[in-house]
């Protein structure tokens, strides 16, 4: 496994492998990888027959309060579990790489209307900031596929929105979220739960399979649904930023009675770490 940092390196790998007539896959990640990652390089290698991770701790993504500088950097021990998950190449430039005039003066992409709920109305500006880090990794690697975890769910929107928009020649692969044995959603900021609080935290994952269960099997309204799960996570001690049930083609409220083509989505603090999930309800 080769790691590079600069873009003539990239460029002259990619080159050499389109050379042979390979294909290219491409796992953008920011570091700190689990086992929810590495089943998206396995994905990606299903798929192509070269494999690109991206690490990048992306600054433009984070609000001004976020958890930017103590993002969790462990370039080291995420080569070694790329090399260990049949990696061909790690992309983990630095910051000036990425954003040669600065991140403040860089380029920016905004995908509208996905970008203006849930996530993007409790974040300003992130999805910009994901659309244009992913845009200029697309540009660098030019894969023939790039694969993203459904539990960001929105974000897997937005780039598929992006690609369409754009025209981008590449296929947007969404993976299924991976799960520890009690249900909660695999993620780097996991380890910033107390024992106490990892205790608690799969409850959003029981709450997101009792909220499709009360909209598919009992019919309930989904308004109702939502109130009643947000209480639910109130109680045990969260301190949700939204508790929604949405239509998982474009974010959009359902109509009333719609059962299929759902997704019920979860943001909320436990302590001084904010989760997120979601569940489909096909």
Excluded at 177 to 183: E, F, H, L, S, V
């Amino acid at each position: 496994m080769q790691t590079v940092q600069d873009l003539p390196a990239l460029r002259a790998a990619i080159r050499g492998w389109r050379a042979q007539g390979q294909t290219v896959g491409l796992v953008p990640t920011m570091g700190n990888l689990h086992a929810g990652h590495y089943a998206l390089l396995k994905l990606a290698r299903a798929r192509a027959d070269r494999v690109v991770a991206s690490v990048f701790v992306n600054p433009t993504q984070f609000g001004p309060n976020e958890d930017f500088e103590r993002y969790p950097r462990t370039l080291a021990q995420d080569q070694a579990g790329l090399a260990e998950h049949d990696c061909d190449l790690v992309f983990a430039p630095e910051v000036a790489t990425m954003y040669p005039f600065g991140a403040e003066h860089s380029v920016s992409i905004h995908v509208p209307q996905l970008t203006d709920t849930l996530e993007g109305a409790h974040r300003p500006g992130h999805f910009d900031g994901v659309a244009t880090v992913v845009c200029k990794l697309f540009n660098l690697v030019q894969p023939d596929l790039a694969v993203f975890g459904q539990k960001d769910f929105q974000q897997l929107k937005v780039i598929e929105r992006m690609v369409r928009d754009l025209a981008l020649p590449l296929k947007v692969v969404g993976a299924p979220t991976q799960r520890a044995d009690d249900g909660l959603a695999l993620s780097s900021r996991n380890q910033y739960l107390s024992a106490e609080e990892r205790a608690v935290a799969p409850q959003i994952h029981a709450t997101l399979v009792q909220m499709r269960e009360l909209v598919v099997d009992k019919g309930h309204a989904w308004r109702i649904v939502e109130e009643a799960a947000q209480s639910k996570l109130e109680r045990a001690g969260f301190v949700p930023d939204y508790v929604a049930i949405r239509r998982a083609e474009d974010l959009a409220e359902p109509e009333a009675g719609e059962r299929t083509g759902l997704v019920a989505l979860v943001a909320a603090r436990l302590g001084t770490t904010r989760l997120i999930d979601n569940l489909q309800f096909d």
